[in-house]
């Protein structure tokens, strides 16, 4: 599977951004996908996640309630919609793949993974 991630840009604070990402190869639709943030000097930390079927995701606490991960199987897509953006929001976005079951919140756990897109937020 391979991943292209867009939609990132600079945003004030209290704005909003969605992110995108594109599939191709592999069986889309049969992974589980995510999105992982990473910011600079720090770890790559995990963001959200959506089952095959999107009927169940997984948020990190640090963004529930104002990110939103969706997906669409028929155009090859994932989303990630982000609202009430805060500057601690500011990372490289990078969205991910993985072939097992489970909505999985470790890096190493996924298989795949897109080139990333810059978010930054300004206070």
């Known amino acids: 599977v391979q991943l292209q991630a867009s939609g990132g840009g600079l945003v004030q604070a209290g704005g909003s951004l969605r992110l995108s990402c594109a599939a191709s190869?592999?069986?889309?639709?049969?992974?589980?996908l995510a999105w992982f943030r990473q910011a600079p000097g720090k770890e790559r930390e995990f963001v959200a996640a959506?089952?095959?079927?999107?009927?169940?995701?997984y948020y990190d606490d640090s963004v529930k309630g104002r990110f939103t991960i969706s997906r669409d199987n028929a155009k090859n897509m994932v989303y990630l919609r982000m609202s009430a953006l805060k500057p601690t929001d500011s990372a490289v976005y990078y969205c991910?793949?993985?072939?097992?079951?489970?909505?999985?919140?470790?890096?190493?756990?996924?298989?795949?993974w897109g080139q990333g897109t810059q978010v930054t937020v300004s206070s």
């Open positions: 190869g592999g069986t889309f639709s049969r992974n589980v």
């Open positions: 991910s793949a993985r072939n097992g079951d489970g909505l999985a919140a470790q890096t190493y756990e996924y298989d795949y």
């Open positions: 959506i089952s095959w079927s999107g009927s169940s995701t």
